[in-house]
């Protein structure tokens, strides 16, 4: 036969005592802290102008810049392939990077290879 705990005279078991004192799931004065943190980065607010729209692709040299990463080439080497079919005379030039954005280094190389325009990619 099964034996009963006592009662208190609050007619509780102790166990439902003690969670109303306060001591839930074995915790008693322990408390914890949750630090909620804002996963916004900050940002640099600098306004930049864009660069002015090539007019004309015709004839024209393309940089097509890669971060590396995976499909990042695939979307390139489609968008070399589209361009050529719709632009005669069209040529391009690869940029591989590892840093996304590009570093000042980077846009100043990429500036001094002769290119009319760029198309950028960082596919996943």
Request: net charge positive; aromatic share 6%.
């Amino acid at each position: 036969m099964r034996q009963r705990r006592p009662r208190d005279d609050a007619g509780g078991n102790e166990a439902g005592k003690r969670l109303q004192e306060g001591e839930r799931f074995g915790m008693l004065g322990n408390r914890q802290t949750l630090e909620v943190l804002n996963p916004d980065a900050d940002i640099d607010a600098r306004k930049i102008r864009p660069a002015q729209r090539v007019q004309v692709l015709a004839g024209k040299k393309i940089g097509l810049a890669s971060n590396r990463k995976p499909g990042a080439n695939w979307v390139l080497k489609r968008v070399s392939q589209s361009l050529s079919k719709q632009f005669s005379g069209v040529t391009f030039e690869n940029f591989d990077f590892v840093e996304r954005p590009f570093t000042k280094a980077a846009i100043e190389m990429m500036s001094k290879s002769g290119c009319d325009a760029f198309v950028g990619s960082n596919a996943d």
